[in-house]
């Protein structure tokens, strides 16, 4: 079974600075650090950091390789990656002095995906193989629907949120993860329970992960839930957090750790993330993890 990240990649522009800039503020940042990023490639790399099989499709421009070499050190496979005439994504990030984060985003390649190319990447994959998507990359639902012609397991995690989202073919998705303000927009629900319920009655066969910030995760998995709280480590930089949760669950539970065990990992290694600065640099290796 190998994995399949078909995502975003960005040069992640991060502004250390004491409070996210208010509407019509100026403010100086304490220092300006630039690193590599991106949903699909944050999650990627967490997967390849937990010893998975994972391949990283991701298209950029002459600016972005030095990332695809990042992704290729730390055991991703790039050879699906396209490298073409385009401005590499790029990412302008805020971070307060509590850690926490805004983000504004410049698509770049991340949205230029032809049709032509997603078929070649899906060609290389069996039923039986898994392809983890985020949200910010075009052609989704094409993605979606052709990944899963090709009996791959489709795993989800829609974000950021759009109210485009709910039009997407979401009963073709195996497993979502999603965190508090996703799972209520798509279920209309606001209690953690009743929104694993309600997910369950509406994608009935779909697995589903709630990550609930400092209150712990759920994951519902058939009849049964399991939750983990979280563990306390120094807020430094959330960035990235929820991407290094998903690749170490993804990794843990499908080289048949139990959901338990899956959610204890990635729980510890998002903690061990948090406490870092940085999105990709930041995710731990899993010989950093106590199991
Ligand atoms: O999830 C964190 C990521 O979101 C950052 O690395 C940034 O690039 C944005 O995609």
Known sequence: ???????????????????????????????????????????????????????????????????????????????????????TGMAMIQVDSRGQNSIVLDSGGNRLWRREEISIILSHFSPGDVIVLQNEINDIPYIIS????????????????????????????????????????????????????????????????????????????????????IIDYPVVDTTGAGDTFTGYYLASVFSGMGIEKALYRATEASAIAVSRSGAMAAIPAASELSS
Not at 22 to 31: A, N, Q
Not at 37 to 59: D, I, M, R, S, T
Not at 160 to 178: H, K
């Open 1 to 87: 079974m190998r994995f399949l990240v078909l995502g975003s990649m960005n040069i992640d522009n991060t502004f250390s600075v004491d409070h996210i800039v208010r509407e019509g503020e100026t403010i100086s940042s304490c220092s300006m650090k630039r690193s590599a990023g991106g949903k699909g490639a944050n999650q990627a790399a967490a997967l390849a950091k937990a010893g998975a099989e994972v391949y990283f499709a991701g298209k950029c421009g002459q600016d972005g390789k030095w990332i695809l070499s990042l992704l290729e050190s730390y055991g991703a496979d790039i050879s699906l990656s396209v490298i073409a005439d385009c401005n």
């Open 146 to 229: 052709e990944a899963k012609r090709h009996g791959m397991l489709v795993v989800l995690n829609p974000s950021p949120f759009d109210c485009l989202i709910s039009t997407f073919p979401l009963s073709d998705v195996d497993l979502f993860f999603v965190n508090e303000i996703e799972g209520k927009a798509l279920t209309g629900k606001d209690d953690f329970a009743d929104i694993l319920c309600e997910f369950g009655r509406i994608y009935k066969s779909a697995s589903i992960v709630l990550t609930c910030g400092k209150k712990g995760a759920y994951a519902k998995d058939g009849d049964q839930v399991h939750y983990q709280e």
